[in-house]
Each structure stands twice: as C-alpha cells, then as structure tokens.
C-alpha cells in the first residue's frame, strides 16, 4: 500500500523544494522602539493570504487522516518537504490540526514573566537575558515580596500563570550569586532550583504538616500557578519543583553539536548540549510532569537539524506517555550587544515552514506554539506593527498552530525579548477570529492535564493508541496534591481557564463578602494549629477570596473580545449546524418510532449523538450564540412565549444521612460534622402543618426529599406522604428520590415496582428525578461512590413511568476533573432514551385503556393525582442543578472546580432544549435559587420556558453557600418574566393551568412563618 508521502509526492513531483533563506536586509536596531498601531488596525491590516487549490485540499485530508491513526516517520516526513510546495505542507498541516481536540480554539496563557535572576552560567551568543552580576550580592535574586508584588499585579489584571524564567545555575559561575543563595531571607539554600520551589512555595518548619498546608507564597497569596523555568535539572530538582507548579519547561533549541564551535550560538554554553537537555525533558516524563519544549530557529540550524530536534522532542514525549505539553517553535531575533547582533534574521517563511512541519510531526493532539510578539512582519507591509503582523498570525493558524504562549500586555514585559512588546489581546483575537478561532485563556498546564476525558469517541482513542499523546487523568494523575486544588479552582469544564468571576449559588459580592469570611475562619484555625504545633484542616488557600477581583479576560461566550470582526472569519462553524440538525433528526425519529430506543442501530448510532451534543456543549464565540438562538427558536415552536412557574413549598424532612456524597452540604453525617448546621428530623405533625400553611398560601405542590435517614425504612416515607396528605388533601405530593425510593423497597422486601404502587396508593403525585448527579459512572465514582449507579436510576424513573407516575428530571453538574461535555451529553442521551421508550408506553396504555371503558374509568380513579392534566407518566421537564460550591465537601478538600462558568450553565439549559426538545421533552427550567433571578431570565433567551416553583423554604442550596431560596414569590416571579418580554402562566406540577381562584389566593398570601 502507498504511504501518504506517496501519494503527495503523485501530485507534487513537478515542485522544487524551496531553498532556504535567510532575512540579510533588516537590521535588529530598525525593530527597536516602534509604536504599536491601534488594535482595531489589525483585522483590517490583515488581508487573507492566497488559499490552496482543492487539489492541494484533498491531498492535505488524506495527509490528516494517516496522521490521527499514526504518527508520521522521519522518512515519510522528508519525502513530503522534499516534493511539496510551502503552501501544501501549510493545507496539510492545517487539515492535521483541523482533525485534533478544540478544532474551532486558540489558546494563551494570561501571565506574568517573573525574571528571578538574570545571572547566568551560560553566555548564548544570542542571549540579553543574562546579565553579569560581578560587584552585587544584593540584586542577584528578586526577593520573594518583588516576586509576589509582581504575580499580585498579574492576578488583578486576570493573569493565572506566574512564569519563573531564570538563568541556569548562576552560582556554579559566580560567587556573588553563591553568598546571595546563603544570605537571602528564609535561607540559606543550597541552589537556584531552590529558591525558586521556595518563591513558589514557602517552607514551613513543621514537618507534619500537610501538603496543602505547605503551599504558601505566589500560590498561597495570589492564586497563580508557577511555571517554572529552571534550566537543566536533576531527577530530584524536577521533583521539588513539582510539588509547588503546575509546569515545567526547558528548550531543547537545537540537537546540532555544531552550535558548540568557536562562534557558534553555543560556544562554551555546557548546558545547552542536547543530551543533557533532553535527560531533563525525560526525568520530567518519568516524573509525570506537564513540560514545554522547542526549537529555537535561525541559529546557524538547518532544516535537517531542525527535524531532527522535532523528532527528539516526539520521541521523548512518546516515552514519556504525552508529558510534552506543548511544543514552541521561536524565531531568532538578531539583539544589539550580542554576539550574533549582525547574523540574519530567519524568514517568516521558515517560521511558517517550520511550524507546519511541527504539526505533522506530533499529529493532532500535539499543541504547537509560536510566540505572537515575535513574528516577523510580512515585507509588503510598510511600517510594521500589530497589522502587519497580524497577516501573518492568520498564516500560522492555517500552518495548524494552536497556541499563543503566554502573554502579559499592560504588565510585564518580555524580559527575554524586551524589544518586542506584547500583542493587544484584542487584535490577538482578532486574527484568530478572521481565521476562524475563538481566542481561549488556558491555564499554565494544558488543558488535558487538567480534566479528565470521558468521551467513548472512536476517533479520540485511536489516536489516543497511535500518537500516545492522548493523555488521561487530568490533575489526579499530572499534579502535585498540594497543587491540584489551585489549578481546579481556576479550570472550567474543559480544562481552559475561567477567566471569568461568576459562579453559581450567591450574587457576587455575597459570594466575596462570604469567601472572606471563610478566610479569616482559616487564618484563624492556621494560627491556632500553628500554635499547638498541630496541622490545620482548613487553612487550603484555594479557599481564599482575593480582593479586588480580578479582571475579567473572557465575555459570557468563553473567547476573548475581538477588536473588531474580521472579514471572512468568525460565522458558526458546520459542525455546530451539523449536530444540531442531527439532534433534531435523531429525536424526531426516535418519538416517532419510539421502538428505535432499544434496537442494535440506536446504540450504534449513539455515540455520534453523544459526541454531537458534546460538539454543542463546547461552543464558544459566534457557536455558542448560535446554539443558544437555535435553542431559543426550538422553544418557541414548543412552547410560544408563555413562561410557567408553581407556588410550591420544600419540605426537607431530615438532613440526617448515612451516605457521603462528596458534593453534598446538607446531609449530616459522620463524615460532615464540621459542615454547618445541626441534625435534625421533622416530626410527622411539623410536615402536616407546614403543607396545610403552604395550602392556605396558595401552593399546589410540597417538593418533599431528605437523606437516607439511619432508621428510616420504607414505611417512614409512607408515614410522612399521608402526614402531607392529612395536613392538605387536595396538595399535589411532589416527593421521594429514586435513592430513597430504593432505600424504601429494600427496607420492606419490596420490588420497586411494588413500592412505587404502595406510594402512589396513599397520594405520591410525582417523583423528583433528583439524586441523577451526573449519569456516568466515572463522575460518580468521584462523588457519589455509595449512591444509586447510573442503570439503577434510570431503571427507578423508568418504573415510575410504567406504574403511572411522571417524573422530572435533574442533572447537576460542573464539579470533579471528570465531569464536563462527555459526560452531560451522555447524561442527556439516556434521559432521552427513557423518555421516549416511556412515552411510548403511556401512550398504548392510554389506548388499551379506550378501548374499555371500565377498566378506563378504573384506571383514572385508581391514577387521579399522577395523570391529573392528562399528562402522560414521562418527564415532565428537565432541570439543571449548577453545583454551589462554597461549602461542599469536595470543594474545601480540593478536589472540585467552582461550579460551572456562566457559558456552562447556559450550554447546558440550550442543548437540553435541543436533544430534549425534539423528543418530546417540552419543558427545560431554569433555577433561580441556583443561577439567580437576574441570570434565570437570560436563561429565557436561551431556550427555557420554566422558572420552576416559588420555594417557600430551600435548604439544600443554602447549606452548600448559597444565599437564595427562601421564597421568590408569585409577584415577583410574574415581574421577571415579564420583564424578559414573556407571558407568566402559574402552572401545576404536571403544567396544567392553575384556576384563578387559586391563584389569588397566591398573590394574597400573608407572611411566612418562621421555621
């Protein structure tokens, strides 16, 4: 069979390999000092260069596919650069990109470049970072609150990243830095590796201390995560700098040993040598660590050895298990006062060439990287600056570059390069969005060190097998305990950074105004367990509200703001407008021919729903109003501009709970003494009056639900049904989890299906889907290991529906490293699986039961509370729980992110509308206890049409943080709604109309009395 090379070199024979060159004309001083233009000049400085051909196209498709199912050898690669022109290796590059995670994002790294010493033992023939420190002992080193002063002016500005660069053992060269090593506060130490671990983390002197408790200084004071460039290091100096950063990174530069002769770049630099350097890249691998590396080009390389550093590189992470996280492709930039300050410069065109070859080399997981700031500008450009330069950031995306680096405009500098200032961030996005790419900020690691991947994609796990570079895990695996929490508080689902202040559960300054009084909580147990010598459980600076806040980086769609929109570049990509009309064809079948559920081709088929509705889930930019105007046209057609609510009432029985759900705040347990708030069990008389109070205040439903109580069996849950039933008769019982459903059964011996009937019997109306989580397995082994699998809920709800009774149901989400698209979709699917295979069977009930009117007058007596508005027993809505996280127990351990960004919750109400939708689920709720009133009502415009039930009491989002849920009255209700331009409508449980009658005695309620 032909290689790809074949096949390329079949349609390419003809074309000469371009000779290389170099840029003789251009001297360094003429970059100095040159204004940046405008941002807004850069979209339109930024003409498209010329396209491939087609042919070129489909040559560079079959080049793809070859590379996501392997990687590419040395000789396939030199047979492709030896025969194509520079404009086919750029197709192919990009169609390689195209096929690898996040294809519609590009990425950087909002930071701070901390220049911790520019003492050096090495002298590059290139170099103005390092600087000779003969004479001063006292300047060798930034102090550590230089270093925090710095990250702190960082973090305002929305930086996450705090990136060490230093030269390389300074004190093996100099003695000034040798007695500034001994003579530093918090010193003496033993070497430049270790002050840096000491700047990121400060030592403490008890040695029992707990990891979290160790992390101190930029992470504990600002929240940055270090990335640290520390030079060529030992095993146990990679190991220390673990424990207090979230990355490493070292140039490999160059493999040439030619490099090292009299004039070479290298001369006389031992720590350059690529053996040593590439041991480091290995011990870092070894040590799990996520690493930066590349090649420096320009330096008397040739393209031959330019390869060959690419392919050490590829062969290094590949022993490593996919530890290089990204790959950096830079320029040599000629510097006045160097050695090399007359050598030429490299040509765009070599940049462009090399980073195209970059990317068929790691294939389309790889991240490759080119510094923004550094790009040549293109010679047809008069004056330069950021437009012309743009032109050719445009030309690096198509060549499948997929990352900017980290870039810090407005408050430090290059030090490495300070004549080239950083981009705007907005003419940044501004030639990613003509290219279209959203400009996402990512986090110090890369996001697939972050979060853990649990998409059953083919195309994923092939490469996954083939490239070894998809890599699993997430911060488990890739951090340091004590670091992990940090690098989860500052991720969104996706692993990028969130950039973004909002979370659910509290306003924003509530939310400020309570983190800082959880700080001074854990300054305060810090120093008492200080003084008692004994370690502090809560003093986890994660925790800790930093004020002022920092800048938002991000608009509510995930990307950063362009300049101005770019010709030809930002429209909604086709794999938006492909799943959504999938989605919509998949579910109209489905109710159509409910059969299709449970036949071989549905399973089949539902891994490309699964990975349509992720695809959804993902949007950002111009996508992500897309999916939400799609969601928002869907709901008009189901729904019209009516917006529904119910006055119901939250009776939470018990808190008591013998589970040990990880996310939960509001069960008491041995496992959650510390939480706040005291056990407590309801008597049977309390949970009548309050039903009767709620009946006289114009409710129509009491939501009842608890935990799984020690003594509690099935006849407790009977017990406190007719207690509701006897303080209001005619009040609809919305009550009891599929867990506690469960628990029930099992108590008395029952089937469920037994159980449920004995329930129905005494007046259950309808069962809350709650206690769903997330529907994967992996999820919930983080957070609800002793709970409900997955199979087991559904089968509860879909049992439920068979005897009669209608469900809703739940998923709450944004919380553990698994959790994120993957893992929602997946969650949707099944929901949709079981509603249409119960509507189904409500519906030919219905008809058996016409066909005799006995046994259908029978049946509405025997089902006159759950078929009440002739609803059938499916779900009645869908209603996404953001998780709350200020008090869960997850959170203050470390292991959960800040609930979902606001783009998150609103994906996930939008693309439940359109999977749900189309299968007949007409109703998706937004919560207001959860989002907030004001960030409900943009959840109109997004395709929901409910704003769920008044809540006269809430106490599972208020013991988790939050300050909502004690009641949000009618009146108020129906002012959102209209407000949003919306029609308000009181519903019942099952949505049918409320009569007015009741509904004025809602509007006329008196106060509600204390509990």
Not at 469 to 498: I, Q, T, Y
Not at 549 to 561: I, L, Q, S, T, Y
Not at 952 to 961: D, K, L, P, V, W
Not at 969 to 996: C, F, H, K, N, S
Request: some cysteine; charged content about 25%.
């Amino acid at each position: 069979m032909s290689t790809t090379a074949d096949a390329l070199a079949a349609s390419t024979s003809s074309t000469p390999r371009p000779r290389h060159r170099a840029r003789r004309g251009r001297a360094a001083a003429a970059r100095r000092g040159r204004s940046r233009p405008a941002a807004a000049a850069a979209a339109a400085a930024a003409a498209s260069p010329s396209s491939p051909s087609p042919s070129d196209l489909a040559t560079a498709d079959a080049i793809a596919a070859e590379t996501l199912a392997r990687d590419l050898t040395r000789d396939e690669i030199d047979a492709l650069i030896s025969r194509a022109s520079l404009d086919e290796l750029v197709a192919a590059a990009g169609a390689v990109r195209a096929l690898g995670a996040n294809p519609r994002v590009v990425t950087f790294s909002p930071k701070v470049f901390v220049p911790l010493t520019f003492a050096c033992r090495d002298a590059c023939g290139y170099c103005t970072f390092a600087k000779d420190p003969s004479g001063s002992e006292s300047d060798v080193y930034m102090t550590v609150e230089e270093v925090v002063a710095v990250a702190e002016r960082g973090r305002l500005a929305g930086a996450t990243e705090c990136l060490f660069t230093l030269g390389d053992r300074p004190e093996a060269r100099y003695a000034e830095a040798a007695e500034a090593l001994r003579s530093l506060p918090g010193g003496p130490f033993a070497s430049t590796t270790a002050y840096v671990a000491h700047c990121a983390s400060e030592a403490r002197s008890i040695s029992h201390w707990s990891p979290y408790d160790r992390v101190g200084v930029v992470l504990r004071r600002t929240g940055l995560l270090p990335h640290v460039n520390a030079g060529v290091l030992t095993r146990d100096e990679v190991a220390l700098l673990r424990t207090v950063s979230a990355s490493q990174g070292l140039m490999l530069e160059s493999v040439s040993e030619r490099l090292f002769e009299s004039g070479g770049a290298h001369e006389g630099c031992e720590s350059k040598r690529p053996a040593a350097r590439l041991r480091t890249i290995d011990l870092a691998g070894e040590l799990r660590v996520p690493f930066t590396s590349g090649v420096l080009i320009g330096i008397g390389d040739t393209r031959d050895e330019r390869l060959d550093a690419l392919f050490a590189i590829r062969d290094a992470d590949r022993r490593g298990g996919g530890h290089v996280q990204e790959v950096l492709v830079q320029n040599f930039r000629a510097k006045i006062g160097t050695r090399m300050a007359s050598a030429p410069e490299p040509e765009f065109e070599e940049l462009l060439w090399t980073a195209a070859c970059a990317r068929l080399i790691f294939g389309p997981s790889g991240v490759i990287q080119v510094p923004p700031n550094l790009t040549p500008e293109p010679d047809d450009v008069g004056g330069g600056g950021v437009g012309g330069k743009a032109r050719n950031w445009r030309r690096l995306l198509r060549a499948g570059v997929s990352d900017w680096g980290g870039i810090s405009p407005g408050v430090t500098p290059d030090h490495v390069s300070p004549e080239a200032p950083w981009p705007e961030l907005d003419a940044l996005a501004a030639a990613s969005l003509a290219e279209g790419y959203s400009l996402v900020p990512r986090l110090a690691a890369q996001p697939r060190y972050v979060v853990e991947s649990t998409s059953a994609s083919t195309s994923a796990s092939t490469h996954s097998a083939a490239s070894g570079s998809f890599v699993k895990g997430g911060c488990d695996a890739w951090m340091d305990p004590a670091v992990a929490p940090h690098v989860r508080v500052l991720s969104d689902s996706e692993g990028f950074g969130r950039a973004h202040g909002w979370c659910p559960g509290r306003e924003e300054a509530a939310a400020e105004e309570a983190e800082a009084e959880a700080e001074a909580e854990a300054e305060a147990e810090a120093k008492a367990a200080a003084a008692t010598s004994e370690p502090s459980r809560s003093s986890r600076s994660w925790r800790v509200a930093r004020f002022p806040r920092a800048k938002d980086v991000v608009r509510v769609d995930g990307a950063v703001a362009a300049a101005a929109a770019a010709a030809g570049g930002g429209g909604v990509s086709q794999s938006i407008r492909d799943a959504i009309d999938r989605l919509a064809r998949r579910g109209s079948a489905l109710r159509c021919d409910p059969k299709l559920a449970s036949s071989s081709a549905y399973v089949h088929d539902a891994a490309a729903d699964a990975d349509a509705a992720a695809t959804l889930l993902r949007a950002r930019g111009a996508d992500f109003d897309h999916v939400c105007t799609a969601a928002d046209d869907l709901r008009k057609r189901q729904c019209g501009d009516v917006v529904t609510y119910c006055v119901n009432r939250n009776i939470n029985y018990t808190n008591v709970c013998t589970l040990a759900c990880t996310f939960c705040a509001f069960s008491k347990g041995p496992s959650a003494e510390e939480l706040r708030g005291k056990p407590y069990l309801l008597s049977l008389d309390e949970v009548a009056r309050r039903t009767r109070e709620a009946w006289d205040r114009g409710a129509n439903e009491v939501c009842m639900q608890g935990g799984i109580h020690p003594s509690f069996t099935g006849e407790d849950y009977l017990e406190i049904l007719r207690a509701a039933k006897r303080g209001a008769p005619e009040m609809h019982v919305h009550a009891f989890s599929p867990l506690e459903v469960t628990h029930g059964a099992k108590t008395l011996g029952l089937s469920i299906s037994d159980y449920l009937v004995a329930l129905k019997a005494e007046g259950l109306g309808s069962l809350p889907g709650t206690a769903a989580e997330v529907l994967h397995d992996d999820v919930r082994a983080k957070i609800c290991p002793d709970k409900l699998t997955s199979e087991e809920w559904l089968r509860v709800v879909s049992t439920a529906h068979a005897v009669g009774i209608p469900t809703t149901s739940t998923m709450m989400f944004g919380h553990v490293d698994a959790d994120g698209p993957d893992a929602w979709a997946r969650h949707l699917l099944e929901l949709r699986r079981v509603h249409v295979s119960s509507a189904s069977r409500s519906h030919r009930k219905r008809e058996s039961d016409s066909m005799d009117t006995d046994t259908a007058a029978a049946s509405r007596r025997h089902t006159s509370v759950a078929t009440s508005a002739n609803h059938p027993a499916t779900f009645t809505e869908f209603v996404p729980l953001p998780f709350v996280h200020f008090e869960a127990p997850a959170f203050r351990a470390g292991d959960a992110r800040r609930g979902p960004t606001l783009r998150e919750c609103i994906l996930v109400h939008a693309v439940a509308r359109l999977t749900l939708g189309p299968a007949g689920v007409k109703n998706v709720q937004a919560s207001w206890v959860k989002m907030g009133p004001e960030m409900a009502s943009l959840l109109l415009e997004c395709g929901c049409n409910d704003l769920g039930g008044t809540l006269m009491n809430e106490s599972i989002t208020r013991a988790a943080g939050g300050d909502r849920g004690q009641e949000f009255g009618p009146q108020r209700m129906e002012e959102t709604i209209r407000r949003a331009g919306r029609t308000p409508r009181l519903r019942t449980t099952l949505y049918a109309d409320v009569g007015e009658g009741r509904r004025e005695v809602a509007m006329n309620a008196a106060p509600l009395l204390p509990v």
